[in-house]
């Protein structure tokens, strides 16, 4: 009798529901990386690319290169109008300092001329073609400063659209905005590419978070910056390093894609958990189980496990 009694009670200790140990707290969710999506600012076809979907790419490195020929020929328009509108405005600078110097020289000139005409030495007539001269000279002097004022803004205006033009051209040049790793890609050589097409999907494996949910009655035992361990199902044998990165400001009904290990719970709050990804195993959209320490006393048991 005693012997069946023992052999009772292991049995219903056996079947009794893992319960976690006191000081630590279990959520679940799945890993989110932010995502960029990466697409053309100009039309053209693919003439390089380097997407490969896995694979790991540095800042500014080249993703894709679009063909260019009309972006480019219409650069070659625009320049040729610059060079032309810099030759123009070089001309009028040249004739403006000539028609100055031919001025300063009638200035001198109706100067010296008017004093022998006071003393009686030139007639009245050489002093009017003195003046006439002077007089022709300043408005040659005036209306080439009018032109270069013009001829500047002309050469302004074809140097910004040469510029804006360049830029344009710049753009077929598509690089990655950060370290990061390929998610997707979707688009191929020769294919045409448009602002309104996605070219590929990138993402930060570097920054994974995992948004785990707990119940409104224990959020206020955790804190941010407590440990965490996260464990995935294509690792069931290895917890990974995590910490609360952020809690959410307000409860929410639990999400129906998530358990909660009390079915009675139903306000819960969202806790984010910054992941340590240094080996890049984890990956956006595994589901993960997750345990927050809040007892800093508590040291982190040998297998975690996951209560009903």
Do not use: C
Not at 55 to 60: H, Q
Not at 198 to 226: C, H, S, W
Not at 250 to 264: G, H, K, L, S
């Amino acid at each position: 009798m005693v012997l069946i009694a023992v052999g009772s009670y292991f049995f219903y200790i056996s079947t009794l529901p893992p319960v976690l140990d006191e000081g630590f707290l279990y959520g679940n969710g799945h890993v989110e990386g932010t995502e960029v999506n990466i697409s053309a600012e100009v039309s053209g076809r693919v003439l390089v690319s380097n997407l490969l979907e896995g694979s790991t790419v540095a800042k500014d490195s080249l993703l894709v290169e679009l063909d260019t020929s009309e972006q480019t020929a219409i650069l070659a328009v625009v320049s040729a109008q610059r060079t032309a509108r810099e030759y123009e405005q070089k001309h009028i600078i040249e004739q403006l300092q000539t028609w100055q110097d031919n001025l300063a020289t009638a200035e001198r000139d109706l100067v010296r001329y008017t004093a022998l005409r006071k003393r009686g030495i030139v007639t009245v007539q050489k002093l009017d073609q003195i003046t006439l001269v002077r007089t022709e000279a300043l408005g040659r002097v005036r209306a080439l400063k009018a032109q270069l004022e013009q001829a500047k803004a002309n050469t302004m205006v074809a140097a910004k659209s040469v510029e804006l033009q360049q830029i344009e051209v710049d753009k077929s040049k598509i690089y990655t905005p950060m370290d990061a790793t390929i998610l997707a890609k979707s688009i191929e050589l020769g294919e045409l590419a448009t602002s309104e097409r996605l070219i590929a999907v990138l993402v930060d494996m570097q920054d994974l978070e995992l948004k785990a949910y707990l119940p409104e009655a224990v959020i206020g035992k955790i804190k941010l910056n407590a440990p965490a361990k996260v464990r995935v199902s294509a690792f069931s044998d290895r917890y990974f390093d995590a910490r609360v990165k952020r809690v959410d400001q307000r409860a929410q009904f639990t999400p129906r894609d998530i358990n909660m290990p009390e079915e009675r719970v139903r306000m819960v709050f969202g806790v984010v958990l910054a992941l340590d990804n240094v080996e890049g195993f984890l990956k956006p959209g595994m589901p993960a189980d997750a345990w927050v320490r809040w007892d800093d006393n508590k040291d982190w048991p040998q297998t975690l496990v996951v209560p009903h």
